[in-house]
């Protein structure tokens, strides 16, 4: 019974955290690998041909 | 047992408050130190044969003319563009943060349904991770050096966010859905995106010899990989570390 709960609670404060992550990781892979605008692009360009992003 | 739940539901308990900083030290550790060690790999292997493609993207050398030419060219020496390796650098190192925060926030799930984060299991994850945003898109849509031709920049995103969303749900399901049809569904799911096929040039204009294509693609994916295990390994590592310290 102690474990479930403890379990549950776990699973509770974790939930937050785990969708802020994967949000804030999401977006920094798309800034990196994938938005277009001229200075990031150019700033990328190695790393999005070496990590194989579709880069031009 | 009241008390636990109570502090579940309210939005910043101090479990949750643990939570954050868990998973964002360990992804910022495990993303930074496997980027910096993935950026310094691809100076050394992948950007002399990037260099060397542009010399043909460029039209400063030009092959399948009258005479040979050297395959051996004078390349810049590195760090000759000190401003552009160190841009490679942060932004190689950022990338892998992007990817670590996802799989730290995935290895927490994991943890949750009962399965062990350690540094040894990482090394799977990282594989995993390889396959899902490296290879399977690369698998249609290879690491191409500057100065070929290829479809639409959009359309390939597209396929290419398609492609690796797959994959990560393949990947899962084959780890922890523990039953035949997870894994049927995981692998009409890796094959889909290459049945109906990536976005492709309508015409060839590659000015950039096949060798020089092909050992750019062989390096992307190898260090691809290296730096992926690593990338898996960090984060198992960190994330028990982290636990470990937050009990203590």
């Known amino acids: 019974m102690t474990t479930k ?15 802020f992550a994967v949000v804030l990781g999401l977006g920094i892979i798309t800034l990196t690998g ?5 200075a990031l692009h150019d700033a990328a360009h190695d790393v999005r041909h070496a990590t194989g992003f579709p880069c031009h | 047992m009241t008390p636990l739940t109570m502090c579940a539901t309210r939005p910043a308990s101090p479990a949750t408050k643990t ?4 998973i964002l030290t360990s992804a910022l550790f495990a993303g930074a130190a496997a980027g910096l060690i993935a950026a310094l790999l691809q100076l050394v292997f992948v950007q002399p044969v990037l260099l060397h493609a542009e010399l043909y993207e460029t039209g400063e050398l030009v092959h399948f003319g009258g ?3 050297s395959a051996h060219p004078d390349l810049p020496r590195m760090f000759a ?3 552009r390796d160190i841009l490679s650098i942060v932004f190689t190192m950022l990338t892998y943060t992007g990817y670590a925060l996802v799989m730290v926030a995935l290895m927490m799930m994991a943890e949750g349904q009962g399965h062990a984060i350690t540094a040894r ?3 799977l994850w990282g594989i995993a991770g390889f396959i899902t945003v490296h290879f399977a898109p690369g698998l249609s849509l290879a690491p191409e050096v500057p100065g070929v031709a ?3 920049v959009g359309a390939r995103q597209i396929w290419w966010t398609a492609t690796v969303a797959a994959a990560g749900v393949a990947m899962w399901l084959i780890a922890f859905g523990g039953n035949l049809i997870s894994i049927v569904i995981a692998a009409a799911l890796l094959l889909a995106p290459h049945l109906i096929g990536a976005p492709e040039p309508d015409t060839f204009a590659g000015t950039v010899p096949t060798e020089i294509g092909a050992l750019f693609a062989a390096r992307a994916f190898g260090i691809g990989m290296a730096a992926w295990v690593l990338l898996g390994a960090f984060a198992g590592h960190f994330w028990q570390s982290e636990g470990a310290r937050a009990e203590a």
């Open chain 2, 67 to 69: 005479e040979a030419i």
């Open chain 2, 150 to 152: 290829a479809a639409d």
């Open chain 1, 34 to 38: 994938h938005v277009q605008a001229s």
């Open chain 2, 121 to 123: 299991v990482g090394i």
């Open chain 2, 81 to 83: 563009e000190p401003v």
């Open chain 2, 19 to 22: 939570m954050f900083s868990r």
């Open chain 1, 5 to 19: 709960t403890l379990k549950a609670s776990v699973a509770g404060s974790a939930f937050a955290p785990a969708l």
